[in-house]
């Protein structure tokens, strides 16, 4: 299995296969725009942009399951996103990311890369998850760290 396997709906409402992304090297995120780490979009937009025509992509999933810091419908958190942020990333729409109704992705997603102590479950807002060019989960990061931080590992896959 890989995330080639899994689909979701953009922010625009479009049905998308990760398979599109084959051959680049992701960087998977649960997102909101009422978080204390909202300002990371700000950097992952960074190094969106400085990877980019590297074949690395960034994929922003809004969800509203922590404090319900996302409570926008898709066109309100992709203005919020566009205007505060300048976000061009790709943007997905909300998804729960844990419990019954996690989207499919989310629970691979932890499956592959468990969180501390062997967790699977996502705790906040701003976890990611980077994916290499075969789609294979290769790293769990926290919701603190810091988007530039990833960068070195970024790197480093693209070796």
């Given amino acids: 299995m890989s995330v080639y396997e899994y689909s979701a709906k953009t922010i625009k409402g ?4 990760l398979d599109r992304f084959r051959g680049n090297v992701m960087l998977i995120v649960n997102t909101a ?3 204390g780490f909202t300002p990371q979009y700000k950097e992952l937009q960074a ?3 400085e990877f980019n025509e590297q074949n690395v992509t960034i994929l922003g999933f ?8 996302e409570p926008g419908k898709e066109q309100d958190i992709e203005q919020f996103c566009q205007l505060n942020y300048g976000v061009s990333f ?4 909300k998804v729960d990311v844990k419990g019954e109704h996690a989207h499919p992705l989310f629970t691979y997603l932890t499956e592959e ?8 479950g996502i705790k906040w807002n701003f976890t990611k998850f980077l994916v290499d060019q075969n789609g294979k989960v290769v790293k769990r990061y926290a919701p603190q760290t ?11 896959l693209l070796k």
Avoid: H, R, T
């Fill in 62 to 69: 809004p969800c509203n399951q922590f404090g319900s810091q």
């Fill in 14 to 17: 479009e049905d998308v296969s």
């Fill in 113 to 120: 890369a468990p969180g501390l102590l062997g967790s699977k």
């Fill in 146 to 156: 810091s988007p530039k931080d990833i960068k070195k590992d970024i790197e480093e």
């Fill in 47 to 49: 190094l969106y942009e």
């Fill in 33 to 35: 725009s009422k978080c």
């Fill in 90 to 93: 790709p943007m997905f729409a």
